[in-house]
Structure formats: structure tokens, C-alpha cells
């Protein structure tokens, strides 16, 4: 069964730094998607950003990034310049394709910018 | 309009109630699915279903059960509410891309 770990239950940083949440998995999964979700206080499920196991590159999107790390089972989460907007619920997640194409979850990283 | 909707957004029941959570969607995906959020556990699966006629347990399913009325429709029963039901309730719907797209959840309290 694959699982998802997320250890830091809750982060604070100060408007404009950069923060890197951290997520490790545990699959025998050779292809694979992984996902951060972040959920502000209206409680709306966004995705962040996605990387598909098979590609080497990190993925991007504008202020965030990802640090994959196949070998190890990370993938942790850059914000950079980081925005009052950003505070929420930050949920890194697994899916094995093709199929159910379940999600599987970590427990979140509760997210506070302060201003 | 928004793509998924869940009715109601809040709903506050007694012990051994029996009640209807209901979620729609306008994406014309195939994949629907059922996930229950509890603080410090994240989201897990319930149900989920790849047409009317397919439904499939997922991790919790226990003490639920769903129904797939049409495409576009998939409701979550809880036959005799408990109150370690009480958590907040998301539907989602999945194509081909991988990518699952959430309704707004829904909040539910059993006293």
C-alpha cells in the first residue's frame, strides 16, 4: 500500500521569505503522479502543481516548485516570495495510474504568512 | 457556474440519522469519487466509481454507502450517522489527465 508523510504539522514564515514543505511517499511503483493540494480557510481543494515520476525535471508554476527526489521518495514544495494569500492547508498527495486513480493523501502542513 | 457542487455545504444531525450527501458535476468526467477529511489525518477515500455501473469500497468505506444515479450525479449515505462521522466531506471528479478536480466540501456534525 502506498502511503504519504507529511512531518511538519504546522509552518510560520514572514511575507516575502521562502518556504519548503516536505513530503515523502512510499510506493514499488515505478510510474506514478504526485500532487500539492493547498486548501485555504474557504476549505476549496486547489492544485498547486503536479510531477509525472517519470520526468527528471521539477515541475514549476510561477512561485512554486518542487524538489523530486525519486530515489530518496520526496518531493517537497518552494514557495518563493512567499504571499499573505498563501496561508492554508498544503496537501502533498500520490496517485499510481492507470486504473482507479485514487489519491492518496498526507496528513497536511498547515501553512501560516505572516505579514 | 462552478463545475462540482456538493449540497448541502453544512449540515448538522443526530445520532442514527440517516442522511443524503449529494454532488453533481458539469465536467462530463467519468470518475467520481467520495473522500472524508479528519484533522492531522488528510483526505481519504470512501467510495468511488468509474460509471453508473461500476462502484468501487475505497480505504473507509464502512458504515457508507453511494449511489451513482447518472453521470453527472453521485450521492453518499450515511445510513445511521455516528458521531465519529463528523468530519468534512469532499467530492471529486477525475478524466484520463490524472487530474481530480474538487467540489467545495462538505461540513457535517453528528451530535
Known amino acids: 500500500a502506498q502511503t504519504v508523510t507529511q512531518s511538519q504539522p504546522e509552518m510560520s514564515v514572514q511575507e516575502a521569505e521562502t518556504v519548503t514543505l516536505s513530503c515523502t511517499y512510499d510506493?514499488?511503483?515505478?510510474?506514478?503522479?504526485l500532487f500539492w493540494y493547498k486548501q485555504p480557510p474557504s476549505r476549496q481543494m486547489i492544485l498547486v502543481i503536479r510531477?509525472?515520476?517519470?520526468?527528471?525535471q521539477n515541475a514549476t508554476e510561477n512561485r512554486f516548485s518542487v524538489n523530486f527526489q525519486k530515489a530518496a521518495k520526496s518531493f517537497s514544495l518552494k514557495i518563493s516570495d512567499s504571499q499573505l494569500g498563501d496561508t492554508a492547508m498544503y496537501f502533498c498527495?500520490?496517485?499510481?495510474?492507470?486504473?482507479?486513480?485514487?489519491?492518496?493523501f498526507g496528513q497536511g502542513t498547515r501553512l501560516t504568512i505572516n505579514p | 457556474d462552478a463545475d462540482v457542487t456538493q449540497t448541502p455545504r453544512n449540515r448538522i444531525t443526530k445520532t442514527g440519522k440517516r442522511i443524503m450527501l449529494e454532488c453533481s458535476q458539469t465536467?462530463?468526467?467519468?470518475?467520481m469519487y467520495w473522500y472524508r477529511q479528519d484533522p492531522g489525518l488528510g483526505l481519504r477515500l470512501i467510495y468511488y466509481?468509474?460509471?453508473?455501473?461500476?462502484?468501487n469500497k475505497g480505504e473507509i468505506s464502512d458504515g457508507y454507502s453511494v449511489s451513482r444515479q447518472a453521470q453527472a450525479k453521485f450521492s453518499l449515505s450515511l445510513e445511521s450517522a455516528i458521531p465519529n462521522q463528523t468530519a468534512l466531506y469532499f467530492c471529486?471528479?477525475?478524466?484520463?489527465?490524472?487530474?481530480?478536480?474538487f467540489g467545495p466540501g462538505t461540513r457535517l456534525t453528528v451530535l
Open positions: 498527495a500520490f496517485m499510481v495510474p492507470p486504473g482507479a486513480q485514487k489519491l492518496v
Open positions: 510506493t514499488s511503483e515505478n510510474n506514478y503522479y
Open positions: 510531477q509525472e515520476a517519470y520526468k527528471q
Open positions: 465536467k462530463g468526467h467519468d470518475r
Open positions: 466509481s468509474f460509471d453508473v455501473k461500476d462502484i
Open positions: 471529486a471528479t477525475g478524466q484520463t489527465s490524472n487530474e481530480q478536480f
